[in-house]
């Protein structure tokens, strides 16, 4: 027996469902990563080192930056081409003055079901309670060690973990949890703080990431020697805490999944050096200047501020976005290479990792 299909009311707009477009390797655009500052008041070795971002470096000038008018209509934009996701990044999002503003008009964006955001944890102590009031979902805070003396080391301006960690706190009180811990892992400087991050991760409730150092940019002195791999990362873990695989979230996660064997709590690794994912990467870059880029190791950009600030409409713009997709063959992981790691690529202060 056939089921009639239900008819629609002649006065209920239909609403389609949005394009997907894919680039030249097949991969649909699904996230969509905007960098509201190039500034941070860390100056961490591996991403802004002081000996370059240091008082005499030109930031992009406040009237160069995307106002948060400009950024919810390219987020409408991305929305409409299939992006669902947006994650808030920098330098530091937090010192990006009114930021809880921009969270509030980016939730009312029709299409997109998850807005996050990446701090390095200083100032979400003060801000925590606005974002979540606002409309923020989730947050992701970058914390490489809970050694006070490692971390000094790795922020370069002697901020606390307690700091971060009370921000981390008001956040989960806000309820932004369950809270994602970011920690690159340089050899020589906080291999030694895996364990103890694992520990603390699995103790609070927080889902601690290891990301392999990466040579995004070309100011923080990369060496492959440098870096720890995904391999060793999880076999210092599993030596203390066992722990079993699990599948992907969604389509294009980055980081892949473990739980521990007793079934309390769950780590990550983003081995983007020694386990290249480009095949499954979903993700545009958006710079605080309105640059468009899809690569983390981004070497060209499409700049969308200036047809937008010349009167481009909502379909230049839509051209614009699609043509610089369908073009993308974009897989710098998998051919990093003696001969690739010398060439230009974007900082990463400047679309947030």
Not at 306 to 327: C, E, F
Request: hydrophobic share 40%.
């Amino acid at each position: 027996m056939s089921v009639p299909l239900p008819t629609i009311p002649a006065d209920v707009a239909v609403t389609e469902p949005p394009a997907t477009i894919t680039d030249r390797l097949g991969r649909a655009l699904h996230d969509l990563r905007v960098s509201v500052t190039d500034r941070c008041n860390f100056r961490c070795t591996y991403c802004m080192p002081r000996e370059v971002f240091g008082p005499g470096y030109r930031f992009v000038p406040r009237a160069d930056l995307l106002t948060f008018e400009e950024i919810t209509r390219l987020a409408r934009v991305f929305a409409d081409l299939g992006a669902r996701k947006i994650r808030l990044t920098g330098g530091e999002p937090l010192v990006r003055r009114d930021l809880p503003d921009l969270v509030r008009m980016l939730a009312g964006v029709p299409g997109i079901d998850d807005l996050a955001m990446t701090t390095n944890g200083s100032l979400l102590a003060l801000h925590a309670r606005a974002l979540a009031d606002a409309g923020l979902g989730r947050i992701t805070v970058s914390l490489d060690s809970l050694d006070d003396a490692v971390f000094a080391q790795l922020n370069d301006v002697g901020m606390s973990v307690g700091r971060v960690v009370a921000g981390i706190e008001a956040a989960e009180a806000a309820g932004l949890g369950p809270i994602k811990i970011d920690a690159v892992v340089r050899r020589g400087v906080n291999e030694e703080s895996i364990v103890p991050l694992a520990l603390e991760g699995r103790r609070r409730g927080w889902i601690v990431r290891f990301i392999e150092y990466m040579d995004v940019g070309q100011t923080n002195g990369w060496r492959m020697e440098d870096v720890v791999p995904a391999d060793e990362i999880l076999d210092r873990i599993g030596r203390v805490l066992p722990f079993e695989p699990l599948s992907p979230a969604y389509p294009g996660e980055v980081a892949t999944r473990f739980r521990y064997l007793d079934g309390d709590g769950e780590l990550g690794i983003i081995a983007s050096v020694t386990r290249p994912f480009c095949a499954s990467c979903t993700r545009a870059r958006l710079s605080a200047e309105g640059r468009l880029y899809l690569c983390l190791f981004g070497m060209r950009a499409t700049d969308l501020r200036g047809p937008l600030r010349a009167g481009a409409t909502d379909d230049d713009l839509r051209a614009l976005v699609t043509g610089a997709w369908t073009r993308r063959t974009d897989r710098y992981s998998e051919l990093r290479s003696d001969a690739t790691v010398h060439l230009p690529r974007v900082e990463m202060s400047a679309i947030g990792g």
